[in-house]
C-alpha cells in the first residue's frame, strides 16, 4: 500500500522558515515525478513546486519562485519543500503528491498534508 507522509508543518511568523518533508513508502513503481500543492481555507488546492526523479528537473509556481526549493533523495524515497521568506498568504494545508513513471502527467497518490500557518 503506496503511504505518503508529510511532516515539518508549524506555526511561523512571516519572514521565517520551515522544511516539509514527504516520505513515500510501499511503492511498487518507479517515481516520475513528485510535487507539492497547498490548499489554504476556502480555495482550491494550488501548485506549488515539481521535481523529476531522474535528474532533478524542477518547476515553481510564480507565486513561491525564489523562496521555496524543491528536492529529493532517491535512496529514501523522499522529497523535500525548504521555505524561506515566508509570507500570511502561504498559510494553507500542503500535500505531496507523487506520478508513477507512466502515468501520463496524472499524480495518482496523495498524502494526508501538514499545516503551515505564518502570522504577521
Known amino acids: 500500500q503506496v503511504q505518503l507522509v508529510e511532516s515539518g508543518g508549524g506555526l511561523v511568523q512571516a519572514g521565517d522558515s520551515l522544511r516539509l518533508s514527504c516520505a513515500a513508502s510501499?511503492?511498487?513503481?518507479?517515481?516520475?515525478?513528485m510535487g507539492w500543492f497547498r490548499q489554504a481555507p476556502g480555495k482550491e488546492r494550488e501548485f506549488v513546486a515539481q521535481?523529476?526523479?531522474?535528474?532533478?528537473?524542477?518547476y515553481y509556481a510564480d507565486s513561491v519562485k525564489g523562496r521555496f526549493t524543491i528536492s529529493r533523495d532517491n535512496a529514501k524515497n523522499t522529497v523535500y519543500l525548504q521555505m524561506n521568506s515566508l509570507k500570511p498568504e502561504d498559510t494553507a494545508v500542503y500535500y505531496c503528491?507523487?506520478?508513477?513513471?507512466?502515468?501520463?502527467?496524472?499524480?495518482?497518490?496523495w498524502g494526508q498534508g501538514t499545516q503551515v500557518t505564518v502570522s504577521s
Open positions: 521535481i523529476r526523479w531522474s535528474g532533478a528537473l524542477t
Open positions: 510501499g511503492l511498487t513503481f518507479s517515481i516520475f515525478r
Open positions: 503528491a507523487v506520478e508513477p513513471m507512466g502515468s501520463m502527467g496524472k499524480y495518482d497518490y
